[in-house]
Every structure is written in C-alpha cells, then in structure tokens.
C-alpha cells in the first residue's frame, strides 16, 4: 500500500461523497416542478370542462322549461276535448262532417272574380305558372 498522507484520502472521500447528494436535490425539485406543471394543467382542462358542462346545464333547462310549457298547454287541450262542443267544432273545420239533419252548402268562386293578388300574380313575369302555360301554348301551336 501506498503511504499517502492521511489528509489526502480523506478529501478524496468528501469529493466522492458531494456529487451524488448535490444531484438529488436537483432531481427532487424537477420531479416536483413537473408534478406541480402536471397538476396545473389537469386543473385547467377539469375547469373548463367543468364550464362546457354548465352551459350545456343551462341550454337543457331551457329547453326543459320550454317543454313543460308545451306539456301544459297541451294539458290544458286535452282537459278541453270530452266537451262535447269541442269534439263537435273539430269535426267540422277538420272532417267536414255534419249533424244528420243538416245541410252543407258550398260557395264557389266565379272565375270572372279574381281578386287583386291573384291578378297580380298572373301579370308577374317571373311566375313559373306563366312561363309554363307559357311553354304550353308554344307547344301546342
């Protein structure tokens, strides 16, 4: 063995000993700034999902507010129709059915009486009805 000086072993020792405790406090503070960046950003995407959430919350109450409106006044027809003049309004406007009994009387328009808009429409250029009696009469001549 080497006769070296006893100061000289031990300064070798304190050198050797330095480098791995001066790494891990580094390595423990990168693995926390990581874990803290992590967090962070798992954070963040949780709230706003948390906010897309909420909005699509207050769209369907809405619409459930909405449709307990129509439930109601479709409620509110439904409680009218075993009145028997109801049933028998509907029947009329809808099926054009009669009492036995009664007469139905029809009225017909005279084509001699147009009114205003029908005029105006059969005087439009641009009306499809025109150009086709248009292409009709083309057709037959």
Avoid: C
Avoid at 50 to 55: F, M, Y
Avoid at 59 to 83: T, Y
Avoid at 96 to 112: C, F, T
């Amino acid at each position: 063995m080497l006769n070296l000086p006893h100061f000289v072993m031990i300064s070798h020792s304190r050198k050797f000993r330095k480098r791995p405790s001066s790494i891990f406090p580094l390595f423990l503070g990168l693995t926390l700034l990581l874990l803290l960046g992590f967090l962070a950003v798992s954070n963040w995407k949780i709230n706003k999902k948390r906010s897309e959430l909420n909005s699509g919350l207050e769209i369907f109450s809405k619409k459930i507010k909405n449709l307990e409106s129509i439930n109601q006044s479709l409620a509110e027809k439904l409680s009218a129709i075993p009145e028997e003049s109801y049933l028998e309004k509907v029947a009329r406007e809808k099926f054009n059915l009669r009492k036995p009994g009664e007469q139905v009387v029809v009225i017909k328009k005279e084509k001699g009486n147009a009114t205003s808009a029908e005029i105006e429409v059969q005087k439009n250029f641009f009306n499809p009805k025109n150009w086709l009696e248009w292409v009709k009469s083309k057709l037959r001549d």
